[in-house]
Each structure stands twice: as structure tokens, then as C-alpha cells.
């Protein structure tokens, strides 16, 4: 019986000691802070990982992660300083660098998010708010983000914690000015259509104009040249024709009746009412060229065909 009560006292005193055992000991992961709690009230700090222990049943033991933590802002409306509305998605990168001021200032993951994205809104609408919509989407893009790491880390100390990064994803116009925007720049696109055309027009036809004033004047002086050619080749016929009849009048009668009958008698239904012992037909009358034979004084008349 005093066996069986000793046995049973040695395994209950055991199995308290096992108890008091497990529950002074804790293990601290590589990735993680520890903070020893003795009735709410911070003990110890512990940052580096391993096997520690604490006071059993009076100690909590609360960690925290030292590892990159990230956070998702909603998208914002920010006010440039253009009076530009932009759409502005963005998400920082944070860790924890102080347990024991986390826990002090927020307590947990969430409430330290809360904050953050308080920080980071605020910061981010005062920065975005003294560039140009043109810096902020293009030109000075990551100087903007730095100072709003910057700003946001000054205050995140306060919470025990480090900023890591903060990056804005999209930047860009809301819905309704987007179209207003582009609207905008489709009427300027037109105008500026409009007066290429109309400047191209003028142009097109200022050239025209000269051209066809050159080409008036090409045609003149070529009509003029013509005018001097065809004068100067008249001229020089009379001149060799005077000539002519001047050495051999007969011949040159002659000459002028053979053309005549050329131009009179030739075919394609050309009909001549004439008398046959008129003056036109006097060469075929005589042997010498005359009715009678005799020499003409005259050279024969050219009578126009009758059509």
C-alpha cells in the first residue's frame, strides 16, 4: 500500500516537473524576435535564435517576425502640382529592426500595417503634391520614391520599425479625366492636322502659281522666238524668190503654173469649172508656153481650188 502511494506521488511529482520543465522553455527560430512577458510587463528581449528558457507559468512569450514584410496600399487619389488628379497604386517593404518599441507602440502585424499605410498616405499626397504630373510618371519618378521612403522611415522609427522600399506601381489619370485628356489631345492632334493641310495648300498652291507663270512665260518667249523665226524664214523666202524672178522670169513662171497645177489638179474630188483656152490653162495651148506660142510675160494666176 505505502509502495503503491510512493509510486504514485514519485509519477505525479514527475510528471510536474516535466510540466514545469516544458513550460520554462522556448524556442527562438532564426526568422523571428522573442519577447519574454511577466504578467504584461516586458522582461527581456531576445533576438538571437535558439534554445532559451523563462519562468514557468508566469512568463509569456510573445514573437515577432524579422523577416521582410510587405504591404499593399489601396489605390489613392493624389493632387499634383499641375492640378493634376492621378491614380496612385503602390506597396512598401518594411521589417521589424526594434521588438521591444513594436510591441510598445502597436502590439501586432496589423495595427503596425495600419499605421504604416497612414504614414505612407500622408507622406506620398505631400511629396506627389509639389511635382508635375510629368515628373511623377516620367522625369523624376525614382527621386519622388526615395523621398518617400525617406519620410515614411523618419516616422516608422517611432514604431520600431525599417523601411525597406517603397515603389509606386501605376501612376495614372482617373477614368473620367483620362478620356477628358484624351479627348484633349485628339483636338489638339486635329488642329495641328488642319494646319499642316492648310499650310501644305498654301504651298502647293503657291508653287503652282510660279510654275504656271514660268511656264506662261516659257510659252511666250517661245511663241515670240517662233513668231521672229517664222518672220526671218518668210523673209528670207520673198529674198530667194525675188532673186529667182529676177534672174529667169520665164522660169519662174513657169514654176509658179506647175504648182498651180499641182495644187488645182491633184485628186480627192476637187473640181475646177474652167474654160479650156483661159489664162490657167495657157502652158498646155501653146508649145512655148503662151497660147501662141510665144513667150508669157506674166507669170499665170493661182486660182484657188473649189472644194
Known sequence: MNNSALRTGFLILLALVAIVLYSSIYIVQQTQYALVLRFGAVQSAISEPGLKFKMPLIDNVTYFEKRVLDLDLPVQTVLSADRQNLEVDAFTRYRINDPLRFYQ????IALANQRLQ???NSVMRNVLANASRDAIVRTERGGLMNRIQED???QARSLGIEMIDVRLTRVDLPAAN????????RTEREREAADLRA???????TIRAQAEREATIIRAEANRKAEELRGQ????????????FGQDP???AFYRSMQAYEAGLKGGG???VLSPDSEFFRYFNGSAGSPNGGTPSTPAPQPAPAQ
Open 152 to 154: 515614411v522611415n523618419r
Open 178 to 185: 483620362s478620356q477628358a485628356v484624351y479627348q484633349r489631345m
Open 199 to 205: 499650310n501644305g495648300q498654301q504651298r502647293a498652291q
Open 233 to 244: 524664214g518668210d523673209a528670207d523666202r520673198n529674198r530667194i524668190l525675188a532673186e529667182a
Open 105 to 108: 507602440a502597436v502590439g501586432n
Open 270 to 272: 476637187t473640181r475646177l
Open 118 to 120: 497612414s504614414f505612407t
Open 250 to 252: 520665164e522660169f519662174f
